[in-house]
């Protein structure tokens, strides 16, 4: 299947590797290496108190508030973790995200906010430690967080909810993929007037193995992007779109990159309702098997590659603040020897330009920024996690963008 970036889909034993893109760029050589070190960068399951935490999605509804998810490992569980971002700019820890009695490992992978009050984190959440995993979304109401829809784990399926998008205070769209083990294909659903939860149905790609739409923007209710990538065969990810337009879905074709082997998409941002620009990676048709940080464009007629990164990269969040301006956050790796360092660079509605997010203190190792969310051009959060080798842990990250530079600023580590 696709890389799934952060995404628990399918066996919880995946969350349990811990295998971060923070390795070293030389693991990268290896076929494929990288590739997979992606979609297992999870909160850790093995024994301890507040380990491993890391932000892996966030929403901004203003200068003064964002909302942060992500998770860390405690006592042989995955936790949830959510902070938000007062207006004093310190970020704090808000109630406890909820773990279902039937599948109390909980694992975030995106949230969205229509206001203050009315955030909706979705992901999946598992029992044991190498059980299946099941839909999870629950609803922050400015006080506590509230399970939405928590279903018991099927045994021989997989299900998990990949992102969300919230336009408004009475509407959400949800993207994800549920199905039997090995052949899950995209799902979405609904979550309308703060009460109904709904599965909605999708399009799916003619003659896909297995589909996952892995990345949501939404300009209003009536306009939404979800993109994703499909398999005909093992081995090879053949990106595609659907179109969310006044309630029905629109299947949308979207070109591969020349000269790679896989293209994946991560995330999409959509500024108007007829233009839409997302990210991912590919996996180049070499030995060395190494990814690259690439975008599209949709500019309502057809789909168009906007660039290709020559570094071994991975763009994982983007967010479009204006029709000339996105941000695309990820990681990059600027050496066969060198662990991962933090990417973000900048589209001004023809080129990208990369920008320079602060490195972490020594020792510099595994700055990731896994998503980036803008109120503007000049206001901007990305959130990832950073590695430290001596201690072979995982913390937290979040960084602001003023309009002119990138400042690191404190978080908090359960």
Not at 280 to 289: I, P, Y
Not at 358 to 381: F, I, L, S
């Amino acid at each position: 299947m696709s890389c799934l970036r952060h995404r628990v889909i399918g066996s919880a034993a995946a969350a349990a590797a811990l295998l971060a893109l923070t390795v070293p760029a030389a693991a990268a050589s290896t076929p494929g290496a990288a590739h997979r070190a992606q979609r297992v960068t999870e909160a850790s399951t093995q024994a301890g108190t507040g380990i491993n935490d890391n932000f892996s999605g966030d929403a901004c509804t203003s200068s003064s508030f964002c909302m942060a998810v992500g998770n860390y490992g405690s006592n042989g569980r995955a936790v949830g973790l959510a902070e938000r971002l007062t207006g004093g700019g310190s970020w704090v820890v808000t109630a406890p995200v909820v773990s279902p009695p039937h599948g109390w490992n909980v694992f975030a992978n995106e949230v969205a906010c229509a206001s203050p009050a009315s955030c909706l984190f979705v992901g999946s959440h598992w029992a044991g430690q190498t059980g299946p995993s099941a839909n999870l979304a629950e609803f922050w109401n400015g006080t506590s967080w509230q399970i939405v829809t928590a279903p018991a784990p099927v045994p021989k399926g997989i299900a998990g909810l990949t992102d969300v998008a919230c336009p408004t205070t009475k509407f959400c769209l949800v993207t994800g993929q549920a199905g039997l083990s090995g052949r899950g294909q995209a799902a979405a659903y609904t979550w309308t007037n703060g009460t109904k939860w709904a599965r909605i149905s999708v399009p799916h790609p003619r003659g896909a193995l297995n589909s996952e739409l892995g990345g949501l923007g939404c300009f209003n209710a009536s306009n939404c992007m979800a993109v994703g990538d499909y398999q005909k065969r093992l081995g090879h990810s053949i990106p595609f779109a659907a179109r969310w337009h006044n309630g029905r879905w629109q299947l949308l074709t979207t070109p591969s990159v020349p000269g790679q082997r896989l293209t994946e998409f991560q995330a999409v941002s959509c500024p108007a309702a007829t233009l839409c620009v997302a990210a991912g990676e590919t996996v180049e048709n070499t030995r060395h098997s190494f990814v690259h940080a690439f975008a599209e464009v949709w500019s309502g007629a057809k789909w168009r590659v906007s660039t290709l990164r020559k570094a071994p990269s991975q763009f994982l969040g983007i967010s479009c603040p204006a029709r000339n301006r996105c941000f695309a956050a990820g990681v990059t790796f600027p050496s066969s020897t060198a662990y991962a360092h933090a990417l973000v660079e900048t589209w001004n509605g023809r080129t990208w330009t990369a920008q320079r997010p602060v490195e972490t203190a020594a020792p510099r190792a595994g700055d990731v920024m896994y998503h980036v969310a803008c109120v503007n051009r000049a206001t901007c959060e990305a959130v990832g996690f950073r590695f430290n080798p001596k201690s072979n842990a995982e913390a937290t990250v979040a960084e602001k963008w003023n309009g002119h530079r990138w400042a690191l600023q404190t978080t908090v580590n359960p």
